[in-house]
């Protein structure tokens, strides 16, 4: 038979382990708001590089490539990370790549950022255009 001083220690713990888990929840999304997903981020790193590479590009033909995380919403057939990619022979635009959640394919995103920011984005076919290209701004609902 449960005794009064176990029944609150019962009820201690429980009440204990909620404010714990609160706690953990709060941490969680604050982290992931400040530094995106994980895991997103390994799958952008690992699989847009070797895409690179596959079309031939090497890091002489590369200014600069990372990963950027945007912070409004994006065409959500791909992953909220996406990869930046400047070309030597064409600094002024920064090239857009996108992995989608189905299939894991790698994308290039229609619209070319000046990096003039006076200057509008760009859909024409620029040095670096891939054959097929997915909107940036398209199935955000």
Known sequence: MLTKKSVLRII???ILIG???IFLFIFVTLYLINNGNPYHKYLVNKYIPAHLEQLGYTDEDI?????????HGVNHS???EHYMVIFKDEPQSEY???LTKKG???VQFCEKRKRN???EDTIEKTNHSESKCMGYLDNRN
């Open 63 to 71: 200014v600069d490539q990372h990963m950027i995380a945007p912070k």
């Open 78 to 80: 791909v992953y909220h």
């Open 104 to 106: 894991k394919n790698v």
């Open 12 to 14: 201690s713990c429980i």
């Open 117 to 119: 920011y006076y200057e």
């Open 19 to 21: 404010i714990i888990g």
């Open 96 to 98: 857009l790549y996108g």
